[in-house]
């Protein structure tokens, strides 16, 4: 079965400093593989999306994630934080089987101290 | 404009009654989703309609129903509400599968009292 697997629930980095969150996932098939932001009392929005081709993807707000297809990762970075990134990140990946659908890791949320 | 838009935004209500939340998309969007994402932020797909024909009912109470009139309309109704129910409700739509991005609404935060 698909899943998404971000193994930290918290993360604290100071402003300025780099992020990376991890994030593995499980699927049989090449994944199509998607980073979320989550800002308190917002819905979702897409920060980024892997289908094929390069496996660094840029996306919006300056974050990039590299596709590890040996280490089954979609790990998202940013080189320096803002205190403005603060917010819920969600990992995830599109399924088939039983109908399209995006499957979502359990989320990380990022603190950003002064 | 709003791409994705729900009502209420919160909902407040007893145990046992029955509830609607709405959904509304201008995108033009084939394909639209109910996720309920728990206390703990985890966000699980309940329903997905594409072209108003059901195509993904996950393991969901049949207190849940929804209902799509038109492809830019996907309703939530909720019979004989339990504590157990209470989650943030989020609609979302996409051009044609989940292997696109998803255009999600602000959310409903349900509470059953």
């Known amino acids: 079965a698909q899943s998404v697997t971000q193994p930290d629930i918290h993360i604290t980095v100071s402003e300025g400093a780099s992020l990376e969150l991890r994030c593995n996932y499980s699927?049989?098939?090449?994944?199509?593989l998607f980073w979320y932001v989550q800002s308190p009392g917002q819905g979702l929005q897409l920060l980024l999306k892997?289908?094929?081709?390069?496996?660094l993807v840029q996306g919006i707000k300056g974050f990039e994630a590299e596709f590890k297809r040996s280490q089954s990762s979609f790990n998202l970075r940013k080189p320096s934080v803002h205190w403005s990134d603060a917010a819920e990140y969600f990992c995830?990946?599109?399924?088939?089987?039983?109908?399209?659908?995006?499957?979502f890791g359990a989320g990380t949320r990022l603190f950003v101290k002064a | 404009d709003t791409a994705v838009s729900q009502t209420p935004k919160y909902l407040v209500t007893q145990m046992g009654n029955d509830k609607s939340i709405k959904c509304e998309q201008n995108?033009?969007?084939?394909?639209m989703y109910w996720y309920k994402q728990d206390s703990k932020k985890f966000l699980k797909i309940m329903f997905s309609?594409?072209?108003?024909?059901?195509?993904i009912n996950e393991t969901v109470p049949n207190r849940f129903s929804p209902k799509s009139p038109d492809k830019a309309h996907l309703n939530l109704h909720i019979n004989s509400l339990e504590l157990g129910d209470s989650a943030v409700y989020f609609c979302?739509?996409?051009?044609?599968?989940?292997?696109?991005?998803?255009?999600f609404g602000s959310g409903t935060q349900l509470s059953v009292l």
């Open positions: 979302a739509s996409s051009q044609r599968t989940a292997n696109e991005k998803l255009f």
């Open positions: 699927y049989g098939a090449t994944p199509y």
């Open positions: 892997y289908f094929s081709g390069d496996t």
């Open positions: 995830a990946v599109g399924a088939q089987g039983g109908g399209f659908k995006t499957i």
């Open positions: 995108l033009g969007h084939d394909t």
């Open positions: 309609y594409n072209n108003k024909e059901l195509i």
